[in-house]
């Protein structure tokens, strides 16, 4: 077993698996114990030929079932340390929705883009209407699919796709109409431009939303994005904090406050979120969307401290990587813009395929509530036909599902080792990659891999242990210093304010029943002792 801190432990390769967009496309690489964060996402970028990678981030859950970003700045191991070695699981996602997708500068950028956003449609989280919803549907068969074909696309065949969360069969006829009378010559890239004009002018395009309560218990979701801080109560947006009103954020234990000017009137509004954890969360993610669009360059961008206590130690926050305006700005960009290669990824409602890791993955999270789900329309109904066995609750509420739970469970697990084994235990890393774009493979024995498993489960006892130093016992001390520092100041120093304060009854009677005492025990135990 490796001894932490040693020269080889900080040489062992700890491997993870990437999920994209598509949650059929997997990749497998390798990091080092001391890497950070931007490195691992600057080669999945690299890997996908995207250049302006600023907008995309990669994203976990702990062992709390809490979320995070990745930090770019900071060690990816020491981030993710709490789960399982050979249980680390990373999805590539949109950090920053674009305001504006057509002022990216390439077509392979933007592809992207669409993807997540069908990915949002297909969650519930790109809310819209019941004619926007099959508008939206039918440009997404229009892509993939191609023109309307009357021997190919018979009956219902828009029921066994997995395109809105909610499909009704009025929507899905909706969808076929404008699919078979509308959009008939459109090739793929016309309906990604159509889709991301129609998407990107939604309220609830970028939201990501929060589940949180307000002042009076009332059940809300607070969603952040390029426009500001947005409250949702079941499909009715209540409010809109610009950036340009907001002038502070912080958080304190469960509660996080915003503090905007309203009205030329300083106002404070606080959310309560079901964890501190959960907290932490939303205010590192309300932090990185203001300073990304707001500020003008990444070198104006201060350190952000938030959530200290009288025991504990405040959250600080340091942004990495560049802004927005420091991206759109950039010219640096002089290659001819590569091909886009679209995978069709429209998903059948039921499949008889055999389960792949990646399948395996989608199945397992289905039960999991931490995301929301769906905005559902107040006047009319919206219902998924996925199983008619499973109704889902048609109020108006906003329904949560966690669709890209980063956890794998034993049984994915048992999937990816019976694959490795019956490849030899090769292992597709994406840092050696050929001229031609393709990954070189190598093998891996079963001895180097128990051995690595091992070497980091120690170095993960030995980093929770300096946790619990740096967490518990290190502020405790620290307040214990800051109270005698306190006590001696008042009753040793001779400013006349602290002189007052000393003349109290209760301070002279603890001076003398207390401090002296213990003053004269330490002067002989410590110093006189020494003289003499």
């Not at 690299?46 to 302006?52: F, K, R």
């Not at 074909?149 to 009025?170: A, F, G, M, R, S």
Request: hydrophobic residues 35%; contains cysteine.
């Amino acid at each position: 077993m490796m001894k932490f801190g040693s020269k080889n432990s900080a040489n062992t390769p700890i491997k993870c698996t990437i999920r994209l967009l598509d949650d059929n496309q997997l990749l497998y690489s390798e990091f080092q114990i001391n890497e950070k964060g931007s490195s691992l996402i600057s080669r999945i970028c690299e890997q996908l030929d995207l250049i302006e990678k600023d907008y995309f981030g990669l994203r976990y859950v702990d062992s709390k079932r809490q979320r995070h970003w990745l930090e770019p700045s900071k060690s990816i191991f020491k981030q993710i340390r709490d789960m399982e070695a050979d249980n680390i699981l990373f999805s590539f996602r949109v950090k920053f929705y674009p305001p504006n997708p057509f002022r990216l500068k390439e077509d392979i950028t933007r592809y992207q883009i669409y993807l997540q956003l069908k990915r949002d449609l297909l969650h519930g989280r790109l809310y819209c209407n019941t004619s926007e919803a099959a508008l939206l549907g039918a440009y997404i068969l229009q892509a993939e699919l191609g023109d309307f074909n009357p021997e190919e696309h018979i009956d219902n065949y828009v029921n066994e796709l997995k395109i809105l969360l909610k499909q009704t069969l009025q929507l899905e006829e909706k969808m076929m109409d404008i699919h078979k009378n509308e959009l008939k010559g459109k090739t793929a890239a016309e309906m990604e431009t159509i889709f991301l004009k129609k998407a990107c002018i939604l309220d609830t395009y970028g939201v990501d939303p929060h589940a949180v309560k307000d002042q009076r218990g009332n059940q809300l979701y607070l969603g952040i994005n390029h426009t500001g801080i947005l409250t949702f109560q079941g499909s009715k947006k209540m409010n809109h904090f610009s950036w340009s009103q907001v002038q502070k954020i912080n958080f304190e234990g469960k509660m996080f406050i915003i503090h905007i000017i309203l009205n030329e009137k300083k106002q404070t509004i606080g959310f309560k979120c079901p964890r501190g954890s959960s907290c932490r969360h939303v205010w590192k993610c309300a932090v990185e969307q203001m300073l990304f669009f707001t500020f003008p360059s990444s070198s104006d961008v201060p350190n952000v401290v938030s959530g200290g206590g009288f025991f504990s130690w405040g959250t600080k926050f340091k942004y990495s990587g560049r802004v927005e305006r420091e991206i759109l700005e950039d010219m640096t960009i002089t290659r001819e813009s590569p091909s886009v290669t679209r995978v069709g990824s429209l998903r059948r409602k039921s499949s008889s395929e055999p389960p792949t890791p990646s399948n395996l993955v989608i199945n397992q999270v289905a039960g999991f509530n931490s995301l929301p789900r769906s905005l559902t329309n107040t006047s009319e109904e919206y219902n998924t036909s996925i199983d008619s066995s499973n109704q889902i609750d048609n109020s108006s509420v906003l329904e949560t599902l966690l669709e890209d739970q980063e956890i794998m469970t034993s049984k994915i697990e048992q999937e990816v080792h019976h694959e490795e084994i019956l490849n030899d235990h090769l292992l597709i890393d994406f840092t050696t990659m050929g001229t031609d774009g393709s990954p070189l493979i190598q093998s891996i024995s079963n001895q180097q891999s128990g051995q690595k498993h091992l070497e980091t489960t120690a170095i993960r006892n030995s980093e929770s242990s300096l946790s619990f130093l740096r967490q518990t016992l290190l502020p405790v001390i620290f307040a214990l210093f800051m109270m005698v520092l306190i006590v001696v100041i008042i009753l040793e120093s001779d400013f006349d304010v602290i002189a007052t304060i000393r003349k109290a009854p209760e301070i002279a009677a603890f001076k003398k029943n207390y401090y002296e005492p213990s003053k004269d025990f330490l002067l002989r135990r410590f110093i006189r002792s020494k003289i003499f």
